[in-house]
């Protein structure tokens, strides 16, 4: 999932007037509108937020390579493909629009580490509890919020991905959304035990940086899981990744 070629606030993609953003946001659950964005666009691979040679040494971290992964909200991104090379041996992928995952199935017909299925993922009836060691999100919560009934559309999804996560397993969710929001929402309803990470923006035309905060060293958290006082990632031009095991 993803709506690329606009322009961006926060690395979220918007239109250029108010109401055609509106318009956008409010169809991001809606598998009519990814299959028509996907059938207008290129065929080139797109990432949302970080591609996967800069989040590698955080998934070696929490992911042995043996395990099976899930990754939600695919799109056309070439992350799963950037894991399959680096090791990673059991990748299911799934998005709601069939028109990217038809085509991703034909590009990776020749690969046996991955795998492409049309899917909702606040439905993922077709696989039994427990079936995951992690599910990797980059952005389908995100854009989940960004549309209609976007607290109900949250909740089906959390439920989901810990439905299908064995004990123990890992959600890793990259996103640009601050602990003060992100925090509450994955703890409602839910027992996980959380980590939160970070990993600097990089913008378009933009070279690497120098980390504002080593990536795999975790962000301290009070005990009751919320963010230090005096911490200062908020205010970070970064996006926060919340590893979250369930216990």
């Known amino acids: 999932m993803r709506l690329p070629n606009t322009p961006s606030i926060g690395n979220r993609k918007?239109?250029?007037?108010?109401?055609?953003?509106?318009?956008?946001?409010?169809?991001?659950?809606?598998?009519?509108?990814?299959?028509?964005?996907?059938?207008?666009?290129?065929?080139?691979?797109?990432?949302?937020?970080?591609?996967?040679?800069?989040?590698?040494?955080?998934?070696?971290?929490?992911?042995?390579?043996?395990?099976?992964?899930?990754?939600?909200?695919?799109?056309?991104?070439?992350?799963?493909?950037?894991?399959?090379?680096?090791?990673?041996?059991?990748?299911v992928n799934i998005d709601i629009s069939s028109v990217v995952t038809e085509e991703m199935q034909k590009k990776y017909s020749d690969s046996p580490h991955l795998?492409?299925?049309?899917?909702?993922?606040?439905?993922?009836?077709?696989?039994?509890?427990g079936s995951f060691d992690a599910v990797v999100d980059k952005g389908t919560l995100d854009s989940l919020l960004c549309g209609h009934n976007s607290k109900p559309n949250a909740a089906k999804m959390l439920e989901e991905v810990e439905r299908v996560l064995k004990k123990e397993g890992v959600y890793i969710l990259?996103?640009?959304?601050?602990?003060?929001?992100?925090?509450?929402?994955?703890?409602?309803?839910?027992?996980?035990?959380?980590?939160?990470?970070?990993?600097?923006?990089?913008?378009?035309?933009?070279s690497s940086k120098a980390e504002?905060?080593?990536?795999?060293?975790?962000?301290?958290?009070?005990?009751?899981?919320s963010l230090r006082e005096g911490n200062r990632v908020e205010n970070m031009d970064v996006h926060y990744i919340y590893v979250c095991t369930k216990i």
């Open 174 to 206: 990259i996103t640009y959304g601050v602990p003060a929001y992100r925090l509450c929402l994955l703890r409602e309803s839910h027992s996980w035990a959380i980590k939160l990470h970070v990993i600097d923006k990089v913008h378009p035309g933009e």
């Open 115 to 129: 795998k492409y299925i049309q899917m909702d993922v606040r439905d993922m009836k077709a696989f039994e509890a």
């Open 14 to 91: 918007v239109g250029s007037g108010g109401r055609n953003w509106t318009e956008m946001t409010q169809a991001y659950g809606e598998a009519w509108y990814w299959d028509k964005r996907y059938a207008k666009e290129s065929t080139d691979s797109f990432d949302w937020y970080q591609k996967y040679e800069s989040l590698a040494p955080l998934l070696h971290l929490y992911v042995p390579t043996h395990r099976r992964i899930l990754v939600v909200g695919c799109g056309n991104s070439a992350f799963s493909e950037g894991m399959s090379k680096d090791g990673y041996t059991d990748i």
């Open 212 to 225: 504002t905060w080593e990536l795999t060293r975790p962000v301290p958290l009070n005990s009751d899981g």
